[in-house]
């Protein structure tokens, strides 16, 4: 390291400590340099071809994305604004290529639904983003399943309460290794199925979004400031359904790996 890096770090690492007693730009968020009274685990996804993992801090999902996804839900797609709504960062449960990896029926439901979503995952922030800039914030691509507590979700929705309950709980994010743009891209067209023990459930194919990426991300940053590490699950196209312990699910986007989970 060369004596102008190391004072550098230093100056940095100086700067973070005052941010920590003096405040920072992001409310809630303290320095590095930080003291904390414990630790709390980080949630990352692998970044595939490297060894390096990519630091999550928001997961952002846009609902009813695809028109006959919207009716199916009971909406009129051609006359909603897109809307969004956020999981927990450690809802995310890392899936390797090439694995069935287990994945727990969660508590309360009784009717557990999959939704097959491509997830967009950014490496730049920012407000205000114009849509025909808005790719440039985008890092890389994976295969995710926006796992639904479908019951729960409907009877807050009859009753105008929250959502939460039926999107936003533990591991209710699965989702296969991010792969880079530099290598594979942007997704604008293709094929994304799933499907339950073998039988296609799902099958569309991307341009099929009535928002794009493009678009939720320069919607996105009118809301919120978007930041790196923000990602956003970018809906899902028609026939959600159920499933139940035993079944083995399999998601597919073409360029893209597919996720295997079973329901355990
Ligand atoms: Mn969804």
Not at 1 to 19: H, I, K
Not at 80 to 85: A, L
Not at 142 to 171: C, H, N, Y
Request: aromatic share 8%.
């Amino acid at each position: 390291m060369t004596d102008m890096n190391r004072r550098n770090m230093l100056q940095a690492a100086g700067a973070m400590t005052v941010g920590a007693v003096a405040g920072c730009a992001t409310p809630g968020v303290a320095g590095n340099a930080a003291r904390t009274a414990f630790n709390v685990p980080a949630t990352t996804i692998p970044v595939s071809g490297t060894d390096e993992m990519f630091p999550v801090r928001r997961i952002y999902c846009i609902g009813r994305n695809y028109a006959a996804h919207a009716r199916e839900m009971g909406s009129d797609p051609t006359r909603e604004p897109p809307f969004f709504f956020q999981k927990p960062t450690d809802a995310i449960q890392n899936v390797a290529p090439g694995t069935l990896a287990d994945h727990p029926y969660p508590s309360l439901t009784r009717n557990y639904h999959y939704e097959v979503e491509l997830v967009a995952a950014l490496s730049r922030g920012g407000s205000n983003i114009p849509i025909e800039r808005a790719l440039e914030h985008v890092y890389g691509y994976a295969v995710g399943l926006d796992m639904t507590r479908r019951d729960l979700q409907r009877a807050m929705g009859d009753e105008k309460k929250p959502w939460e309950i039926g999107k936003s709980f533990d591991r209710s994010a699965p989702i296969g290794p991010l792969h880079r743009v530099a290598n594979v891209g942007h997704f604008t067209n293709g094929a994304i199925w799933l499907k339950v023990n073998g039988q296609v459930r799902q099958n569309a194919t991307l341009n099929h979004m009535i928002w794009s990426v493009a678009e939720q991300v320069a919607r996105l940053s009118l809301a919120n400031e978007l930041f790196p590490g923000d990602i956003i699950f970018s809906g899902t196209p028609e026939n959600v359904g159920p499933v139940v312990r035993g079944d083995r699910i399999d998601c597919h986007i073409d360029g893209l790996p597919d996720l295997s989970i079973r329901i355990v």
